[in-house]
């Protein structure tokens, strides 16, 4: 058996969740249409034939002035040392901006052996000159080994990557391989689905501004029972994430709840708090 492991790294909304799950063939990572919406280093395991990875979805370098949650943020360069390939994404979409001269500027002073491939995602958005023109320009950075076009949302390009990803594993199997195919802390992933529902519901600094907590977890046979606190600092905040009667409340605990049963495959009953930072919690 062969093996790596592979970490991707790149600007917020770049599409770097969106690639992990078309990888995996289904959702384990969170997907909003808001910035920062991966807060954490996320790890999962995929076994294609002769070869194993461990994928390792990271936080975007984010560039906004907003003030956010530090604690909740990890450093998407905190598992370069360990990798063996290194997945740059970016949106090709996009203009170049200073997340991207930043993601550079990192790895020149971080990578020792590893294997970069630029992936230039969301080829679906434009058309082919736009593609080869991006891929005559990035190839003047002698920092990639590769450049992959690929969509995220159609899987154009994806199994090609992978194919060519399967190169560079080494003769050994992973030692400490997840029990499934998901590596992660479920209640820091219950709280991404609830925070991720927050970003889509509201649009104002709020999400950035909150931190979503689970405080408890009940598994009674096919029902999971999940208790979470909205944490805000402010009470014209809580009053939004409220609403009127409750409703915004209502209607993100209903997102939150369908997205957790879809993955889990479990009746889903989610409790939601908002307090203010200085109360206590439940």
């Known amino acids: 058996m062969k093996s790596g492991n592979i970490v991707l790294i790149g600007p917020t909304n770049s599409g770097k969740s969106s690639l992990v799950n078309k990888i995996m063939g289904?959702?384990?990572?969170?997907?909003?249409?808001?910035?920062?919406?991966?807060?954490?280093?996320?790890?999962?395991?995929?076994?294609?034939?002769?070869?194993?990875?461990?994928?390792?979805?990271?936080?975007?370098?984010?560039?906004?002035?907003?003030?956010?949650n530090n604690n909740i943020i990890s450093s998407p360069l905190a598992e370069i040392e360990t990798s063996d390939l290194i997945y740059v994404v970016v949106d090709i979409s996009l203009?170049?901006?200073?997340?991207?001269?930043?993601?550079?500027?990192?790895?020149?002073?971080?990578?020792?052996?590893?294997?970069?491939?630029?992936?230039?995602?969301?080829?679906?958005?434009?058309?082919?000159?736009?593609v080869l023109s991006a891929i005559?320009?990035?190839?003047?950075?002698?920092?990639?080994?590769e450049i992959f076009p690929i969509s995220s949302l159609t899987g154009e390009g994806v199994a090609n990557l992978i194919k060519f990803s399967k190169k560079f594993t080494i003769k050994t199997s992973i030692k400490s391989k997840p029990s499934s195919n998901i590596q992660i802390k479920k209640k820091l992933f219950y709280s991404?689905?609830?925070?991720?529902?927050?970003?889509?519901k509201i649009h104002r600094e709020i999400p950035y501004?909150?931190?979503?907590?689970?405080?408890?977890?009940?598994?009674?046979?096919?029902?999971?029972?999940?208790?979470?606190?909205?944490?805000?600092?402010?009470?014209?905040?809580?009053n939004i994430l409220v609403g009127k009667k409750g409703s915004m409340l209502k209607e993100i605990g209903q997102a939150s709840r369908k997205e957790i049963a879809r993955f889990e495959n479990k009746k889903i009953h989610l409790f939601l708090f908002v307090k203010l930072a200085k109360e206590k919690k439940i």
Not at 41 to 59: A, C, G, H, L, W
Not at 108 to 115: A, C, G, L, P, V
Not at 136 to 145: A, G, L, W
Not at 216 to 235: E, F, G, H, M, T
Request: proline residues 1%.
């Open 26 to 68: 289904q959702r384990v990572s969170l997907v909003s249409r808001k910035k920062q919406s991966t807060t954490f280093n996320q790890k999962v395991y995929k076994k294609f034939s002769e070869n194993e990875f461990i994928i390792q979805d990271t936080p975007g370098f984010f560039s906004s002035r907003k003030k956010i």
């Open 95 to 130: 203009r170049i901006n200073n997340e991207y001269k930043k993601i550079i500027n990192s790895l020149e002073n971080k990578i020792e052996k590893q294997h970069v491939f630029l992936i230039l995602n969301k080829i679906d958005k434009v058309k082919k000159d736009k």
């Open 136 to 145: 005559k320009f990035y190839s003047k950075e002698k920092i990639f080994n």
């Open 192 to 200: 991404e689905v609830t925070r991720e529902k927050i970003l889509d």
């Open 209 to 238: 501004q909150c931190d979503v907590v689970t405080e408890k977890i009940n598994k009674v046979a096919s029902q999971i029972k999940i208790y979470q606190s909205i944490v805000v600092k402010r009470q014209s905040h809580k």
